[in-house]
């Protein structure tokens, strides 16, 4: 089964998920947990990236983030890259170290952020790696000990996450802390990580209501809301798909003219593309420039490109042409 593209419009909020290769540790030492904090914290400033939640195991790591400008693929490309670069030297190994793409979920944020927070940061309790809500406080590979202000880390936005539970700062670590406390109980969260259905209709329970009523609904595995929610992420993901798509045809037709021009010119590709100037070949490829541009409507990077020169000398060819 093909997998699915990212849902990676900029300012959306996500739950991201990192795991080693065959459920490998990937974080075996204390300085592989500090690189990799340094390595988010860097790149979140960088790329205007905000982090809200986040927790470093053994073999994996959660991260709750709100993409920034370029979108999350930037963010973990460059993340994770240069993560493991540095981990495979230093512990002089080869080959990929995450298993698989990193998973990611669309979050509805007003119906779930809180809940996110608490999951995330409630990681190392459940698994063990600490053994009271007092050593969770102070746990420096997750962002719970920021929040409750035993870590200094600016580039975490830990005001955000406060004001999701009063004004007052003093007051908010409270009633944030006590809220994080309720949630040890629950254990593992399906609805959080788990199949698209349960995180489309809010849990196991709103699964088997809809099921007897025999009510259709829209699913994702990339979304955690409800029908509205899912709604707008698939119709704007849809768009963006389409305007690929029509990128992608434009391509296509601009190869395809490329080889007919010089078909009938009695040209080959490689002389218009390896910049030759014999006979008529610079008018050819300018007239192929135009059309490319103005007829297909290519970007001049797509267009020089096609014509195997550089962007400035389309922008010089288009210039020549006005002036005429």
């Not at 994996?60 to 920034?68: C, D, N, Q, R, Y």
């Not at 600490?130 to 969770?136: D, F, G, I, N, R």
């Not at 590709?269 to 409507?297: F, H, K, M, Q, Y």
Request: glycine share 8%; net charge positive.
């Amino acid at each position: 089964m093909p997998r699915q593209a990212r849902l990676d419009s900029p300012g959306t909020l996500h739950h991201v998920m990192v795991r080693g290769i065959e459920k490998k540790d990937i974080f075996e030492e204390k300085y592989d947990k500090a690189d990799m904090v340094f390595r988010m914290g860097d790149l979140a400033k960088e790329t205007m990236t905000f982090i809200y939640a986040w927790s470093i195991m053994s073999n994996h790591i959660h991260i709750l983030l709100k993409s920034g400008p370029r979108g999350l693929s930037n963010f973990m490309r460059r993340l994770l890259t240069g993560y493991s670069i540095n981990y495979n030297l230093r512990h002089r190994r080869n080959g990929h170290l995450f298993q698989n793409r990193y998973k990611s979920i669309v979050c509805d944020e007003d119906a779930y952020f809180k809940e996110l927070v608490r999951y995330i940061h409630l990681n190392p309790l459940r698994a063990g790696l600490v053994k009271s809500m007092a050593e969770l406080d102070r746990y420096p590979w997750g962002g719970h000990s920021t929040i409750v202000g035993n870590k200094k880390r600016e580039w975490q936005d830990s005001a955000y996450v406060l004001e999701w539970f009063g004004k007052n700062k003093t007051g908010a670590r409270i009633n944030y802390r006590n809220f994080v406390k309720a949630g040890i109980e629950e254990g593992r969260r399906d609805d959080l990580v788990g199949g698209g259905l349960i995180r489309t209709l809010g849990g196991w329970s709103q699964v088997k209501s809809q099921r007897g009523q025999s009510e259709k609904t829209r699913s994702d595995t990339r979304i955690l809301g409800q029908d509205e929610f899912v709604d707008r992420i698939i119709d704007e993901a849809d768009h963006k798909i389409k305007s690929q798509l029509l990128i992608s045809e434009r391509k296509v037709k601009a190869e395809n003219k490329v080889h007919e021009v010089c078909k009938t010119e009695g040209i080959s590709i490689e002389e218009l593309r390896g910049g030759s100037r014999r006979g008529n070949i610079p008018s050819i490829r300018a007239r192929l420039a135009t059309e490319l541009v103005e007829s297909l409507g290519l970007t001049l990077a797509e267009t020089a490109r096609q014509l195997g020169v550089s962007t400035p000398a389309i922008s010089k060819i288009l210039v020549r042409k006005g002036d005429n």
